[in-house]
């Protein structure tokens, strides 16, 4: 018995905000979920104190945006039921409140994202994008025109208004620095007529990253900062005067901010919820700002906690995974106890057909290991490069991963340096090194997992998506460890890719290889595309033809040079996809793609799936 390509489809993907709504009943829970099977849209769903789930969101209306491309934070619930939300079909912020949705931003090339409601003010605040342009401005929740709060920095995220209503803070950064490079914390008195004033800047700068701060009271913030090399909480006046750091230990508490609108951090009647740890554990906490002590609730199940935490009647709304059970959204209380999962349940298969985790280090590379069913002695494995690169992979339940390890496939999930988890000088192992760090770091796991007698050394591969794609590309052409590799809407030429990306991601390849011109050889000698005859093995690329991100190009092109070296390769393309699968139908075609590639790779059949023909010399 195997997992089917359907059971990943219908679990794939996650809650991705949550919020917590004290009522005159109880606590109400607010969440968004992926509908693969209604096109992919999000919906958000509204869980009542009594129990009973209900869709805030009619059929067709989809809580997504575009504001840097990866979107960010996309609706909040109004008080009394309603709603506001951002509509992915034109990018209008709308207000539900029965009957259909209202327009509340005018039509036109705008993109709105991390909204939220400050205390006593009938608007919404939000991060506006027009082009290359973004600042925050407040929209009437009554309808009128859309007014200007503040333009600082190039990017910005996290607006938040002072308990007593005179300040506002935010968090910004500029090229060529990523969010998780350095941001800065800002603070501005906010004027009669709801514009700021001259803003003073607190916290952060070129090599401190804060990535979320809540206000403690009129006069100082709750900041997640890093100048200690890790993300822990600190208390920072409003006129910048550092205070104490409340949790100095080798934690993360904050996560790579590269949706707008995360929230590791919530306060609570005095009392902090926060999510930290490693990307080995996530955890969910409550952190005592006097005594510094931090007190685990949830339960120990739950091997991962997201980035979305929200507080109120005592309750914490978050969401947790764990290896046996999918991203689930949960209710605990802030005193303890065990959760109490308030989202419905998703069809999972037998846990019998569930690989079970396991964290190693090898050479000083995170991975986490899933085996493969069945299997005595050494197997084909496959190694998974996430994507990013700034990112990392958690250890919980993951179908897809499941579909291969309940085939035979063992699976490693490699947390290369450069990702995130581990603290800033892990982070900062892959700045100018993207290319060879990640390719180094996937082939010592390779390498490792056969001196452990784990891997069949002729039946590796690798693949990944986006960043991760990358890697796989640049392992393929770079190392001899491969066999072959799986590209999910890859990187394929870094200088070209740099040239025709999104504004938020232009800069990105500045610390990951280096600025242009001056390191152009880098670029050339990294550049999977111009090395495309050093392919250890063939090569099947994925790739969405609606990518703003990563250009299909990129893939078409990659194929030509592996077709003129006579090296083997495919190409599938998904209309209607961006980055990332989104649709049930996609995501089925993928994983069956996939497999029926492995089967040519190694050798085996695959009868349940279609033949995949692969192009160039056998």
């Given at each position: 018995m195997s997992i089917r390509p359907i059971d990943v489809a219908r679990t794939d993907g996650g809650p991705q905000w949550v919020e917590a709504v004290a009522t005159p009943d109880g606590v109400e829970v607010w969440w968004d979920e992926p509908r693969p099977h209604?096109?992919?849209?999000?919906?958000?769903?509204?869980?009542?104190?009594g129990g009973e789930r209900v869709d805030a969101l009619p059929t067709g209306w989809n809580a997504r945006n575009r504001v840097i491309e990866y979107g960010g934070r996309s609706w909040r619930p109004l008080p009394g039921g309603g709603l506001v939300f951002t509509n992915w079909a034109d990018q209008r912020v709308y207000r539900l409140d029965g009957g259909d949705p209202v327009p509340l931003t005018p039509a036109g090339p705008a993109r709105y994202a991390d909204l939220y409601l400050p205390p006593g003010r009938e608007e919404v605040w939000a991060v506006r994008e027009i082009e290359d342009v973004r600042d925050l401005v407040a929209i009437p929740l009554g309808g009128g025109p859309v007014r200007r709060i503040v333009q600082a920095q190039h990017f910005v995220m996290n607006p938040r208004l002072s308990p007593g209503g005179g300040h506002l803070s935010w968090i910004g950064w500029n090229h060529p620095a990523m969010p998780w490079d350095g941001t800065e914390l800002c603070v501005a008195p906010l004027g009669a007529d709801g514009v700021a004033g001259p803003h003073e800047v607190v916290a952060g700068g070129p090599q401190e990253s804060v990535v979320?701060?809540?206000?403690?009271?009129?006069?100082?913030?709750?900041?997640?900062?890093?100048?200690t090399g890790w993300w822990n909480v600190h208390v920072i006046g409003r006129d910048g005067t550092r205070g104490r750091n409340l949790t100095p230990m080798a934690a993360e508490f904050g996560a790579a901010p590269w949706k707008p609108g995360l929230t590791c951090l919530a306060v609570a009647d005095g009392r902090l919820v926060v999510v930290y740890g490693t990307a080995d554990r996530r955890r969910?906490?409550?952190?005592?700002?006097?005594?510094?002590?931090?007190?685990?609730?949830?339960?120990?199940?739950?091997?991962?906690?997201a980035s979305t935490v929200s507080a109120?009647?005592?309750?914490?709304?978050?969401?947790?995974?764990?290896?046996?059970?999918?991203?689930?959204?949960?209710?605990?209380?802030?005193?303890?106890?065990?959760?109490?999962?308030?989202?419905?349940?998703?069809?999972?298969?037998?846990?019998?057909?569930?690989?079970?985790?396991?964290?190693?280090?090898?050479?000083?590379?995170h991975a986490h290991l899933y085996p493969p069913a069945g299997v005595q002695g050494p197997a084909p494995y496959l190694i998974f490069a996430h994507g990013g690169p700034t990112g990392s992979s958690p250890i919980m339940l993951d179908l897809e991963i499941a579909y291969f390890t309940s085939r035979g496939l063992g699976v490693a999930e490699v947390n290369y340096g450069g990702s995130t988890g581990y603290g800033r000088a892990y982070r900062e192992r892959l700045r100018h090194q993207w290319g060879v760090v990640d390719v180094q770091d996937c082939a010592k796991v390779a390498r490792g997992l056969v001196e452990l007698g784990l891997a069949d050394a002729a039946n590796i591969a690798i693949r990944g998506g986006s960043a991760g794609g990358w890697t796989t590309v640049a392992a393929l052409v770079h190392s001899d460890v491969f066999a072959g590799g799986v590209a999910h809407y890859a990187i394929t030429d870094p200088e070209s890719w740099a040239a025709e990306t999104h504004d938020f991601e232009s800069r990105y390849l500045d610390g990951l290889i280096g600025p242009l011109p001056e390191t152009r050889q880098r670029y050339t000698d990294r550049s999977p595309l111009l090395q495309a005859g050093q392919a250890s093995g063939p090569c099947l690329m994925l790739h969405g033809l609606e990518d703003a991100i990563v250009d299909v190009g990129q893939a078409r092109r990659?194929?030509?040079?592996?077709?003129?070296?006579?090296?083997?390769?495919?190409?599938?393309?998904?209309?209607?996809e961006q980055h990332g699968w989104r649709r049930e139908e996609t995501i089925v075609a993928v994983l069956e793609a996939e497999l029926a590639f492995y089967g040519i790779l190694f050798g085996f059949d695959t009868p349940e799936v279609a033949p995949l023909k692969l192009e160039g010399h056998a």
């Open positions: 209604e096109g992919g849209r999000r919906c958000v769903v509204r869980r009542l104190p979320q701060a809540e206000w403690r009271d009129d006069d100082s913030l709750y900041a997640v900062t890093d100048p969910l906490g409550v952190l005592d700002p006097d005594s510094g002590q931090v007190r685990e609730i949830g339960g120990e199940a739950a091997t991962y906690w109120a009647g005592g309750k914490v709304a978050a969401v947790a995974a764990s290896p046996y059970t999918p991203l689930e959204v949960v209710l605990v209380d802030l005193d303890g106890g065990e959760p109490e999962v308030v989202s419905a349940p998703k069809p999972l298969p037998d846990r019998a057909l569930l690989p079970d985790p396991e964290p190693v280090t090898i050479e000083g590379v990659f194929v030509a040079e592996l077709d003129r070296h006579g090296k083997r390769w495919a190409l599938l393309t998904y209309p209607g």
